[in-house]
């Protein structure tokens, strides 16, 4: 139904405005067009398609360099004629060999520690969604509920020990652990970080 909102003929080249978003870091990647038979592919393939102007033909997003845009939302805006995508780079979007086509970094390690955390969340969320070969993230949803919430446990147990030693490594590491595995069971319970901060909001202005 998506299809019949995004009015392609309102420009005389039958073309609209894409706008593509990275999916988790919300970095903007690169910005292109789309005519029908390109966004038609868009949908089918999963994977960002540009109509090129200059070359005038479709175009593949990474098709010389294999990194593929696998889309994950398509948005239209309030008038119908331009469209949000989010995606999730598999390497560099600008054929420079930049990360985007706008020359910002998009890397997790720029971001701050609070937002690493919540980049670390939609990571997770995005695995549960899109499984990934070899993923340990995906080997523990597929375990399920009772596995998740037992390696918490376990994690939980293995910090504790950790604080009774000197190691300020070993329990930093198994702290990181821990909280991955917390996030992993958020994630699982349908239930995310915003609320646990919601909560202790709360808690903190009694």
Same mark, same amino acid.
């Given at each position: 139904?998506?299809?019949?909102?995004?009015?392609?003929?309102?420009? %005389?080249?039958?073309?609209?405005? &894409?706008?593509?978003?990275?999916?988790?870091?919300?970095?903007?990647?690169?910005?292109?067009?789309?005519?029908?038979?390109?966004?038609?592919?868009? #949908?089918?393939?999963? *994977?960002?398609?540009?109509?090129?102007?200059?070359?005038?033909?479709?175009?593949?997003?990474? $098709?010389?360099? /294999?990194?593929?845009?696998? #889309?994950? $939302?398509?948005?239209?805006?309030?008038?119908?004629?331009? *469209?949000?995508?989010? !995606?999730?780079?598999?390497?560099? &979007?600008?054929?420079? =060999?930049?990360?985007?086509?706008?020359?910002?970094?998009?890397?997790?390690?720029?971001?701050?520690?609070?937002?690493?955390?919540?980049?670390?969340?939609? &990571?997770?969320?995005?695995?549960?969604?899109?499984?990934?070969?070899?993923?340990?993230?995906?080997?523990?949803?597929?375990? =399920?509920?009772?596995?998740? !919430?037992? %390696?918490? /446990? $376990?994690?939980?147990?293995?910090?504790?020990?950790? !604080?009774?030693?000197?190691?300020?490594?070993?329990? *930093?590491? $198994?702290?990181?652990?821990?909280?991955?595995?917390?996030? &992993?069971?958020?994630?699982?319970?349908?239930?995310?970080? /915003?609320?646990?901060?919601?909560?202790? %909001?709360?808690?903190?202005?009694?």
């Amino acid at each position: 139904g998506l299809r019949m909102t995004i009015d392609f003929s309102k420009y %005389k080249d039958g073309l609209v405005p &894409v706008v593509v978003q990275d999916s988790v870091t919300r970095t903007v990647l690169t910005v292109g067009f789309m005519n029908e038979e390109a966004y038609r592919l868009t #949908v089918d393939r999963g *994977l960002v398609t540009f109509y090129s102007r200059s070359k005038g033909r479709i175009r593949v997003m990474g $098709e010389n360099s /294999g990194n593929y845009l696998k #889309v994950r $939302e398509i948005l239209v805006d309030c008038d119908g004629d331009t *469209l949000l995508l989010k !995606a999730v780079p598999s390497g560099p &979007v600008c054929h420079t =060999g930049a990360d985007t086509c706008f020359g910002e970094d998009n890397r997790p390690g720029d971001f701050s520690s609070s937002e690493f955390l919540f980049y670390l969340e939609s &990571v997770i969320n995005d695995r549960r969604l899109n499984p990934s070969e070899g993923s340990y993230t995906n080997h523990l949803f597929s375990r =399920g509920l009772n596995r998740i !919430a037992q %390696k918490t /446990g $376990e994690e939980a147990v293995e910090l504790i020990i950790a !604080a009774k030693d000197d190691n300020k490594d070993l329990f *930093l590491g $198994e702290a990181a652990d821990l909280m991955y595995h917390f996030l &992993v069971l958020l994630a699982q319970k349908d239930s995310s970080l /915003g609320e646990v901060i919601d909560v202790l %909001k709360e808690r903190h202005s009694r």
